[in-house]
C-alpha cells in the first residue's frame, strides 16, 4: 500500500486539524505467516468484482441503501481491509469515488455526515482508516469535523453516548458502539479523542450489561447477541483489562452463540462478531471464522454479492469485512 506522505498536508493548518505527523499508526501490515485460505481470497475477490461494477459515477452505489454515505464507508473500508492500493491500483478509482461521495454529504457548517448517526459514524469510520492511505488533502479537515461532531454529540447527551441525532439527549448501544469504534480509528489515525470521552462511552454501555455478559439496546435488560459483540469489542479496542468479570462473562456469553445468525441484520451481527472474538480468544474466533466462510460461500450470488433485506450493496460489504480478519490491513484490526 502506499501511504499519504507529509507533503500532501502542506497548507493544512496541523493546529487546526488536530492531527499527528507520525503515519506510523497507519503503517499496519499482515503478519508474514499469515496464510490466507483460497476460497476467502475468491470469495473476496468476487465480492470486491461486484461493487466496482455496482459502484455509481458519484461514488455511491446504484441501490436505495448503497446512497447512504454509512453505507458508502462500508464499502471504501471493505476495498481498504483487502489490502487495495487507493491511489494507483485497479480499485483505487472506486475507493477515491467513495471518499469523495462522503465528503460531498458532509455539512460543512457542523461536520454532520448523512442523516443519521449510523451513518455518521461509518462514514467517519471509512475516513479515519483512509487519512494516511488516500492522498487526499480533503481527508484531514472532514475527518476532524466529523469525529468533533462525534465528540460534540456526546456532551449534550445526558447519558454521555449516542442515538439516532447529534442532538438526541438518550442513547442505546448500537449507536454508541458505532460512534466508538470510529472514535477508536480515528485515534488510531493521529486525530486527537479525549480519554474522557472514551471512558464515558465505555461507561455507559457497561451499564447496559447483565450480570450474564449480554449487553441490552437501552438497558441491562433483553441481551442480544450483536449487542454483545459490539459492547465487547469496544472494550477491546480501549485497550482496557480483558480479565474483568464483565467482559469474561460476555466472552463466554459469545462462544455459546458461534452458529447463530440474526435473522434481521445478519452481516451486522458478522461484522462485529469477527471483530469482537479476534480481539478476544484468537482461537475461538479461528473457529467461528471457518464456519462463517462456510455459511458465506454457500450465500454468496454468481454476481458475486451476498442476499440481505438491507440491499445488496450493504450485505455485501458487511460479509466482506467479517472475512477481513484474516488480511488484517487496517489499523482498527491491530491487537
Sequence with gaps: MIHMTVHSLIGLPLAAVGLSLSASAQDLERRVDDTIPPQVESMYQRGLQFLSKTQTPAGS?????????????????????????????????????????????????????????YNHGFATLALAEAYGMVDNPKIAPALKKAVDLILSSQKRSRLNAWRYTPDSRDADTTVTGCQMVALFAARNAGMGVPDDAIAKGLAYLARNRSPDGSYGYTSAGGGKETLTAIGSLCISLSKDSKDSKGYQASLAYLKKRLDYRDRNYPYYWEYYMSQALFHAD?????????RNIRYLATIQSPAGSWPGNQGATFSTAGALLSLALNYRFLPIYEK
Excluded at 484468537?282 to 471457518?290: L, M, V
Design 61 to 117: 452505489w446504484n441501490e436505495s441503501s448503497g446512497s447512504e454515505p454509512g453505507v458508502v464507508g462500508l464499502c471504501v473500508i471493505a476495498f481498504l481491509a483487502h489490502g487495495e492500493d487507493p491511489n494507483i491500483g485497479p480499485n483505487a478509482g472506486c475507493i477515491r469515488k467513495g471518499i469523495d461521495f462522503i465528503i460531498t454529504q458532509q455539512n460543512v457548517n457542523n461536520g454532520y455526515i448523512g442523516n443519521s448517526m
Design 282 to 290: 484468537e482461537a475461538t474466533w479461528k473457529d467461528w471464522n471457518a
